[in-house]
């Protein structure tokens, strides 16, 4: 069965910091989604990253693939309040059959902080 | 347009009580996906229909009964349901089941007294 690390699983930053959130995961794929969870809300996309070698840059988030490691990272550059929330990693895979499905990391609260 | 509809946003039911919950998309998406999320725990999948046919459950309990009467509409019907059962329900679609991002609703916070 499909493993799914995220680390770390909680994060405190100083504002203006930057770090990075790896994401790990045990079988072969291509396909890595990261999504961003803030409280009591649902999911929203952050980035798709479909194939080895992908970066996907969106303000101060920058994400990449490395199908070849199994390792996806989620790099964050001067970090800012409004960052946090909570951020998951999903992969999609083949899960028997002509079913594919997506593994959710466990997540990683991330706090930036005055 | 990009948009999950989830109703309702909340939900209180008895144990004893049958309730619904109801997702819709118009983006065209053919695959359908009920998921399941405690506090701080990342989504759970329930279920995944794809061409209005259920091609996933995650042996989810029979209380659980999901329905998929067209491409834009997905239910999830609920019967008997334990306190363990509370949860954020969040629907989502994409493209299709393969390789194509997921979006989701906004989910319907369930909580059974």
């Known amino acids: 069965e499909l493993k799914v690390e995220q680390n770390p699983l909680f994060l405190s930053m100083q504002e203006g910091k930057n770090y990075t959130i790896y994401c790990n995961y045990s079988?072969?794929?291509?396909?890595l989604y990261w999504y961003r969870q803030d409280p009591g809300k649902s999911l929203e996309s952050l980035f798709v990253l479909l194939s080895n070698g992908a970066v996907k840059q969106e303000g101060r988030l920058m994400a990449s693939l490395d199908t070849k490691a199994r390792l996806s990272t989620l790099h964050i550059t001067a970090a800012v309040h409004d960052l946090s929330a909570t951020y998951f990693c999903?992969?999609?895979?083949?899960?028997?059959?002509?079913?594919?499905?997506?593994?959710f990391g466990k997540g990683t609260l991330l706090t930036v902080n005055p | 347009d990009t948009e999950v509809t989830q109703t309702p946003k909340h939900l209180v039911m008895g144990m004893t009580n049958k309730k619904s919950l109801k997702c819709e998309q118009h983006?065209?998406?053919?695959?359908m996906y009920w998921y399941k999320q405690k506090a701080k725990k990342p989504p759970e999948l329930m279920f995944v229909?794809?061409?209005?046919?259920?091609?996933i459950n995650e042996s989810v309990p029979s209380r659980f009964s999901p329905e998929c009467p067209n491409s834009s509409l997905l239910n999830l019907h609920l019967h008997a349901l334990q306190p363990e059962d509370s949860a954020l329900y969040l629907c989502?679609?994409?493209?299709?089941?393969?390789?194509?991002?997921?979006?989701f609703g906004p989910g319907t916070r369930l909580t059974v007294t």
């Open positions: 999903a992969v999609d895979h083949h899960s028997g059959g002509s079913n594919y499905k997506l593994t």
């Open positions: 229909y794809s061409y209005e046919k259920l091609s």
């Open positions: 079988t072969t794929s291509d396909r």
């Open positions: 989502a679609s994409s493209q299709a089941v393969r390789a194509y991002e997921q979006y």
């Open positions: 983006m065209g998406h053919r695959a």
